[in-house]
Every structure is written in structure tokens, then in C-alpha cells.
């Protein structure tokens, strides 16, 4: 297995407001504050390259305390000068929330050219919320999605200029500078939680798929129906493309990590996530077949499970080292998932980073048979 390094950036404030997103006023945002945060998060990232993390995972997000980066590019950017080795994943650009996706094509260009060709490009539709906070309408998203990640692609590989004639994005010349340096472009990642759409949309581009924050059970399921699609469309999937986005909480003894656990991963769920259903499901955001599945999946809100859901659920992995091997195991060798992005939500800084040397010292030197193994290799095509 690989092991990338994920971040949120969460601002990790305690409210009772019904909302974390769109409606959580910022005067609870302290700048000060937020500026101890990002620098302590970006030495987290840094420190998980210094300790054998494969990759450093971004993302983002808009107008909530969960994720605090509106802007992932930027974030990838600051790791491109300060990293040499590690595989910079931007998890993702939201495509259909931006006016201008060109601008995506040229900054993640720039990043993969500043960073030697390190560089992985998420595309995402970006939750629910997100649509009330840039005011992009939630009937089109698809659609949107589907033309802005074409027009990138044509950017990032056929020579220029020319003309891109869409519903959404029109451009009389299509030129960009830089381009990409890695051929034929950055390979592409698809974070989902199971949409039919987006299953059958990667899987027919070789798109490695990337599960987050879902049950164990409907990952099994997710990743069949994509090995499925793979088929339908002449390969055997990869290893390397399905991947598992989830938190681990590892510590001296299973009682210790179940301490930290529910003091800090609980937060994710039950704050971090707590939104109402309006802003989870806004109409037009989800195709009639895919709600049908969510609706037979009998899926929770996140602020519905409860500790005892998330870890018998399989959400989040905690433990001693040995039992964190144990039940990684289980996504190696049954859902032969090749690539784990985890978050490490131990409370402090300087707990972060005894975590993380934990967890890299007795947790994935177990998993390291691949070590040699591009993981992207021939799956940005």
C-alpha cells in the first residue's frame, strides 16, 4: 500500500449553532489564531514527507470551520517549495463552483512544472453546501463538472490555440502557459462517495477512485461496481486505483487511542459535519438513480453516528499499532485498496506529530511490499 497524508485545515471551534457551514458567522473566526494553525498544518504535511508519507494531500472547502482552505492551490504551492520527494494531491479543485476553470489548467500546470512533475489533480463537484456558498446553481453541477474536466484535459494536451465552445465556458483561444510537465498530463483523482455517475465517468478515463469519510461495506460495494466498469471498458483495474480517504487514531494501547478518538476524531463528525439536510442534499445536486442508492444504502447523517457507528462502520481506524495493522489489513487484502489518505486527529500540535511517527514507524512498514511502485503510473491517461 501507499500512504498519502491528508489535511482538512479544520478551524476546530465548539459551537451550538445548527450549522458549521454557509451559516456559521465568522466573527468566530480568529485570524490570529488561524495563523498558528495553517503554519502548524503545513509543518504537519512536511514532517509527514520526512517520515516516508508517499504523498500530501489538500483540498477544499468554503465558509465552514471543517476545512479551512477555500483555496487548495495555494496550499499546494507553499508545500511545492518546501518538499522534494512526496507526491503534492490536490483533493480536488471544486470544477463546477468556478467561473473560470481555465485558471485551474494553468495553476496546476504551474505547481506540476514548480514541483518536477509531482503533482496529482483531484476534480470534484464539491458537497452540497457548497453550492449555497458560491451561489452556482446545484441543477447544473454535473453538468458543469463534465465540460469544465474537459476542457482542462484538452488544455493540458492538445497543443494551442484553440476554440472551446461549451454551455458553461466558452474561449475563443485555449493557449495556456506553462504546460503540465508530466505526459500526457497530472494524473487525475476522483474523490465520491458512490455517485453511479462518477463511478462509471472515472473508471472509463483509468481515474483512480477515491472514497471518503463512507462505511466499509458500501466501499465494497463502490469499488466492485467500478472494477466492474473497468471491465466494461477493456482493463483490469489497478490496485493503485482505489483508494480510501479515512482518520486514524494510533497510540501506545487500544484503551489510549479510544481516549483520543472520541476527544478528537468525534469532532469531524459531529461538529465538523453537522450541517442540515437542505445543505447535504440542495435540489438538483443528486440524479434520481444515485439518491435512490443513497436512500437504499440506509446511509446516516454524519452528527447521527455515534462513536461505537464510526469505528464497527469501519469511517475511522483506531488503536494500538498492532490493531491498526489489523484492521488496515482488511482494506488491503479484502477490498485490495492500494493507496490509504488519512488524517491523524490527535488533539495538539505536538501530538499530531507523535502520532504520525507512531504510525510510520510501527504501522506502514508492514504494508511497504510496493515501495518501488509508482502508484500513478499509466492512471492520469
Partial sequence: MKFYYFHLMPYPLEHGEPSSWVTLSNRHYDPAVGHVLYNQYLDQLEYAETLGWDGLCVNEHHQNCYGTMPSPNVMAAMLVRRTRRARIAILGNGLPLRENPLRVAEEIAMLDVASGGRVISGFVRGIGPEYYSTAVNPT??????????????????EPGPFPFDGRFYRYPFVNPWPRPLQRPHPPVWCPSQGSAETVEWAARRRFPYLMVFTPIKRIAQIYGEYREACERSGYTASRY??????????AESDAKADAIARRNALWVYHVGLRMPLQFWQPPGYTTEASLRRLLAAGLKLPTELSFEDLEAGGYIICGSPGTVRDKLRVFADELRAGVVCSGFPAGTHEATLEMMQLFAEEVMPHFREDADVDETAGVGR
Fill in 140 to 157: 447544473h453541477s454535473r453538468e458543469r463538472f463534465y465540460e469544465a474536466a474537459e476542457l482542462i484535459l484538452r488544455a493540458w494536451t
Fill in 241 to 250: 486505483q482505489l483508494t480510501v480517504n479515512l482518520p486514524i487514531v494510533v
